[in-house]
């Protein structure tokens, strides 16, 4: 299994971005998949996570409403578009795989088994 995320920068608030993360080694349309992020000196939190399908996604309060996650798992790959971006947004954002297929998304990291590298996202006030 393998996940490799990219696309973060430096960007200015309330700017734009979109971070992607491809997939490989699993058959990626059975597993839901997460963001998670970290900043400096904090704890990993959630982001967002879309079901297996697609056809359910979930964000934290945090983002709801500026971050859009999504997939195509005809590319065995998800988005995460970040709009509205925000000097808080500042972190290292991490794709993950969820822990079982057809598994229910959860925010907990504990519930993801596979993790990308983490794309560097810094945004500028």
């Known amino acids: 299994v393998q996940l490799q995320a990219f696309g973060g920068g430096l960007v200015q608030a309330g700017d734009s971005l979109r971070l992607s993360c491809a997939a490989s080694g699993f058959t990626f349309s059975d597993y839901g998949m997460g963001w998670f992020r970290q900043a400096t000196g904090k704890e990993r939190e959630f982001v967002a996570a879309?079901?297996?399908?697609?056809?359910?996604?979930y964000y934290s309060d945090s983002v709801k409403g500026r971050f859009t996650i999504s997939r195509d798992n005809a590319r065995n790959t998800v988005y995460l578009q970040m709009n509205s971006l925000k000097s808080e947004d500042t972190a290292v954002y991490y794709c993950?795989?969820?822990?079982?297929?057809?598994?229910?998304?959860?925010?907990?990291?504990?519930?993801?088994?596979?993790w990308g590298q983490g794309t560097l996202v810094t945004v500028s006030s």
């Open positions: 879309v079901t297996w399908s697609g056809g359910s996604t």
């Open positions: 993950a795989r969820r822990g079982g297929p057809f598994a229910v998304v959860v925010p907990e990291a504990e519930g993801y088994d596979y």
